[in-house]
């Protein structure tokens, strides 16, 4: 429901733009482009890049990473101060489930139920989104959309699949009184987001066809309709974790675009 009202809002706009029959300049005559677009980012506690569990340990991830995330989008120019973008986007991420506080519990054959002791990996983490976005161009800073500073607001769909194929459990037996390795395999799980953001950036002209686009982003994320599809086996705080980690994933990204204009 809540996605629905924010996609009537977005409409609205849109419609409004079009019922005002502005004058559009555009740029050279020009008022639709395609655009790719990277987005990236500090990361802290976990990693961007996945690895199979071989090439993991059981230390913490304590280094910096960056965010990216690739879009491709197509503008078109409703007036001289705005313009409406569809875009969709794909992104590859992972997170250290040693930074994730007792993601899953661990049961062994004979039914015995220990005590979470340590998971370790990073797991793949594959993100295929679409959206909406509208860039309101400022008219007092000089700005002729699409050339000239703006402020944007969008709403995407996410749809994550995480991968726990690739993770190592560590388990103490109580009854021999050891620590024990033991690979994982739950599976493939998808997780539905929807993410509002709100961004300002300019944009330039390179030639008579290309423009330059320069921007940053602020987001928010929340659990969609069906925000999961299966629930884990031995999961025990794993979805809570991962829902926090794709909320500080979303704030904060420099936007760095090319456009082709036609």
Do not use: C
Not at 9 to 20: D, I, N
């Amino acid at each position: 429901m809540r996605f629905t009202l924010i996609l009537i809002v977005f409409v609205g706009l849109s419609t409004t733009a079009k019922s005002q029959k502005p004058v559009v300049s555009g740029y050279l005559g020009k008022t639709n482009y395609a655009m790719v677009k990277f987005n990236t980012g500090l990361r802290f506690e976990h990693p961007e890049k996945w690895k199979k569990n071989n090439e993991v340990s059981s230390d913490y991830f304590t280094g910096v990473d960056f965010k990216s995330e690739f879009e491709m989008t197509y503008g078109h120019i409703f007036s001289n101060r705005f313009i409406v973008e569809g875009l969709v986007g794909f992104n590859t991420t992972s997170v250290d489930l040693n930074n994730m506080s007792s993601a899953f519990e661990y049961s062994f054959p004979s039914g015995f139920q220990s005590e979470y002791f340590n998971y370790f990996g990073y797991p793949k983490i594959t993100d295929v989104y679409g959206g909406i976005n509208t860039k309101f161009y400022r008219r007092k800073k000089g700005a002729l959309a699409p050339i000239g500073v703006y402020y944007g607001l969008g709403l995407n769909y996410h749809s994550y699949k995480v991968h726990l194929d690739h993770i190592t459990a560590q388990i103490r037996d109580y009854d021999l009184n050891r620590v024990i390795a033991t690979q994982i395999n739950y599976g493939t799980f998808t997780y539905n987001l929807v993410e509002l953001n709100g961004s300002f950036g300019a944009t330039s002209a390179l030639t008579d066809f290309l423009l330059l686009d320069l921007g940053f982003s602020v987001g928010w994320v929340f659990a969609g309709a069906n925000y999961y599809e299966n629930t884990i086996p031995e999961e025990a705080g794993f979805d809570s974790g991962l829902l926090e980690m794709l909320q500080l994933y979303q704030i904060g990204k420099v936007k760095i675009g090319l456009a082709y204009l036609f």
